[in-house]
């Protein structure tokens, strides 16, 4: 049966590693894209759309590919024309993850079992809309419902962290933590850094007129942020540079870029590349993880991101080179004894064999210190999350793995966490079928427990 208790399930032990050991735990959502303040208004959704399709480019790229018109994906057409949109778009969508997400999230929050098409989409709108005016489906309600322990959202370094702090006042089911995103310290190329640079002076209150007062600032951030429990920062890194010049000096590029003037390539990279070496500095002196997010091609459709701006569906996956200029900015923070917990996830799945080999030359005391990111983006299916979770196995230590994330900005996606715990219960028990490992419910126990939850509490030190 479609989504029944055992779907994902194929076999005996696969159903009790999840039903015994893998339902149950608690969820710790270590990297998403909530908002702090929706989560702290803690306000009804006006409708299943707003719930369902606002900001979830996931589902916009396949409205698209079914030939949904604009207008009905991100454009002014009414909440129940796109939530139409949606369901005649679903029943095309058999073999795509989306297509058991989106029952499953019918399934576990709304209690209904109706298959998603546009025969039922009149009841659905109705139904739907009804439960989300009821107490336990505000934003706050949902994350308890799934029982989540901590969320850790993604804040830029200029954040002042208000609502982080009103929640740790207020909400005691859940913990929302803040995530240092410093990426647009690091863009001195970007037009508009100069800006940047003129938020960072307001957060510290202090003048930034070199490049020593700027590292002062990101320094003084780091320390606000976990001051607020911040653990883990997260970069968005997809093209990867590293660059050593003597001949280059810091303060001066960093006075030119001040000035206004246009930047060579090589300093551009210089910079960045020194800017990244000192946070991993800091962080490492915090105690915190990093997370490195490569190999995303951004903004494709220029005639689109003109129109939508960015986040909108139209990212690709690169294919560049990767595997050198990680090393040496793994060896330069290494080689001064800072090189912090690291995750390295790549949107480019071809990248993971050659992840799984570097990070094993860094490997240090601890668990696992610098792990391979669970299936990303493109890669959270089922087919991804296999591929990754053989990888990291095949080079590694699959008992110390962190396990999954949501990365996403819905409230309804937790039941990703049902979906991986499910494929992984699923890959385990066909290892054991196949004669690798022993059927023995005592070893497989801790396993399921670690990867599923219990490393990711113990990993990141919250």
Same mark, same amino acid.
Not at 64 to 90: H, M
Not at 112 to 132: F, G, M, Q, S
Not at 384 to 405: E, P, Y
């Given at each position: 049966?479609?989504?029944?208790?055992?779907?994902?399930?194929?076999?005996?032990?696969?159903?009790?590693?999840?039903?015994?050991?893998?339902?149950?735990?608690?969820?710790?959502?270590?990297?998403?894209?909530?908002?702090?303040?929706?989560?702290?208004?803690?306000?009804?959704?006006?409708?299943?759309?707003?719930?369902?399709?606002?900001?979830?480019?996931?589902?916009?790229?396949?409205?698209?590919?079914?030939?949904?018109?604009?207008?009905?994906?991100?454009?002014?057409?009414?909440?129940?024309?796109?939530?139409?949109?949606?369901?005649?778009?679903?029943?095309?969508?058999?073999?795509?993850?989306?297509?058991?997400?989106?029952?499953?999230?019918?399934?576990?929050?709304?209690?209904?079992?109706?298959?998603?098409?546009?025969?039922?989409?009149?009841?659905?709108?109705?139904?739907?809309?009804?439960?989300?005016?009821?107490?336990?489906?505000?934003?706050?309600?949902?994350?308890?419902?799934?029982?989540?322990?901590?969320?850790?959202?993604?804040?830029?370094?200029?954040?002042?962290?208000?609502?982080?702090?009103?929640?740790?006042?207020?909400?005691?089911?859940?913990?929302?933590?803040?995530?240092?995103?410093?990426?647009?310290?690091?863009?001195?190329?970007?037009?508009?850094?100069?800006?940047?640079?003129?938020?960072?002076?307001?957060?510290?209150?202090?003048?930034?007129?070199?490049?020593?007062?700027?590292?002062?600032?990101?320094?003084?951030?780091?320390?606000?942020?976990?001051?607020?429990?911040?653990?883990?920062?997260?970069?968005? &890194?997809?093209? #990867?540079?590293? $660059? @050593? %010049?003597? !001949?280059?000096? *810091?303060?001066?590029?960093?006075?030119?870029? =001040?000035?206004?003037?246009?930047?060579?390539?090589?300093?551009?990279?210089?910079?960045?590349?020194?800017?990244?070496?000192?946070?991993?500095?800091?962080?490492?002196?915090?105690?915190?993880?990093?997370?490195?997010?490569?190999?995303?091609?951004?903004?494709?459709?220029?005639?689109?991101?003109?129109?939508?701006?960015?986040?909108?569906?139209?990212?690709?996956?690169?294919?560049?080179?990767?595997?050198?200029? &990680?090393?040496? #900015?793994?060896? $330069? @923070? %290494?080689? !001064?004894?800072? *090189?912090?917990?690291?995750?390295?996830?790549? =949107?480019?799945?071809?990248?993971?064999?050659?992840?799984?080999?570097?990070?094993?030359?860094?490997?240090?005391?601890?668990?696992?210190?610098?792990?391979?990111?669970?299936?990303?983006?493109?890669?959270?299916?089922?087919?991804?999350?296999?591929?990754?979770?053989?990888?990291?196995?095949?080079?590694?230590?699959?008992?110390?793995?962190?396990?999954?994330?949501?990365?996403?900005?819905?409230?309804?996606?937790?039941?990703?966490?049902?979906?991986?715990?499910?494929?992984?219960?699923?890959? *385990?028990?066909?290892?054991?079928?196949?004669?690798?490992?022993?059927?023995?419910?005592?070893?497989?126990?801790?396993?399921?427990?670690?990867?599923?939850?219990?490393?990711?509490?113990?990993?990141?030190?919250?």
């Amino acid at each position: 049966m479609f989504l029944n208790e055992n779907y994902l399930l194929p076999n005996e032990i696969a159903q009790t590693l999840y039903h015994e050991y893998a339902k149950e735990l608690p969820i710790i959502d270590y990297h998403c894209h909530l908002d702090p303040k929706e989560i702290y208004e803690d306000r009804p959704f006006k409708t299943i759309t707003e719930a369902w399709l606002s900001g979830d480019h996931y589902k916009w790229r396949l409205m698209r590919a079914c030939g949904v018109p604009e207008e009905a994906i991100t454009g002014n057409a009414s909440d129940y024309e796109k939530f139409l949109a949606w369901c005649q778009t679903v029943p095309k969508l058999v073999g795509n993850p989306l297509y058991s997400w989106t029952h499953l999230e019918l399934k576990r929050f709304f209690a209904i079992d109706l298959p998603v098409t546009e025969e039922n989409a009149e009841t659905l709108w109705r139904l739907c809309n009804e439960k989300l005016q009821q107490k336990d489906f505000t934003r706050r309600a949902l994350i308890a419902r799934s029982n989540v322990e901590i969320v850790c959202t993604t804040d830029d370094p200029v954040d002042d962290l208000h609502y982080h702090h009103q929640l740790s006042q207020t909400e005691q089911r859940f913990r929302v933590l803040p995530t240092f995103r410093p990426d647009k310290a690091l863009q001195i190329d970007h037009p508009n850094f100069l800006t940047y640079v003129t938020k960072l002076e307001k957060s510290v209150e202090n003048a930034i007129t070199t490049y020593d007062a700027f590292l002062r600032a990101l320094r003084d951030r780091v320390t606000y942020f976990h001051q607020l429990h911040c653990r883990l920062s997260d970069h968005a &890194l997809d093209t #990867l540079v590293y $660059a @050593a %010049d003597e !001949q280059l000096s *810091l303060e001066a590029i960093f006075a030119k870029a =001040l000035a206004g003037e246009s930047l060579e390539e090589n300093e551009v990279s210089f910079f960045k590349t020194n800017v990244l070496v000192e946070l991993m500095k800091l962080y490492h002196e915090h105690g915190w993880t990093m997370q490195l997010h490569v190999h995303a091609y951004r903004n494709c459709n220029q005639r689109m991101f003109e129109r939508l701006g960015p986040d909108t569906g139209y990212d690709g996956i690169n294919d560049q080179p990767l595997t050198q200029n &990680l090393q040496k #900015l793994l060896n $330069a @923070a %290494d080689a !001064q004894d800072h *090189l912090p917990q690291t995750i390295l996830y790549s =949107l480019n799945p071809n990248d993971y064999d050659a992840l799984v080999a570097l990070m094993g030359c860094f490997q240090q005391e601890g668990n696992n210190k610098l792990q391979l990111g669970s299936g990303w983006w493109y890669n959270d299916t089922r087919a991804g999350m296999r591929h990754q979770l053989t990888k990291f196995a095949d080079g590694s230590v699959i008992f110390n793995f962190v396990g999954m994330l949501t990365d996403s900005r819905s409230f309804l996606s937790y039941t990703r966490h049902e979906y991986f715990r499910r494929v992984f219960c699923e890959w *385990l028990a066909e290892i054991v079928v196949r004669g690798e490992a022993p059927a023995d419910l005592r070893q497989l126990k801790p396993l399921v427990e670690n990867v599923c939850y219990q490393n990711a509490n113990n990993y990141f030190k919250f």
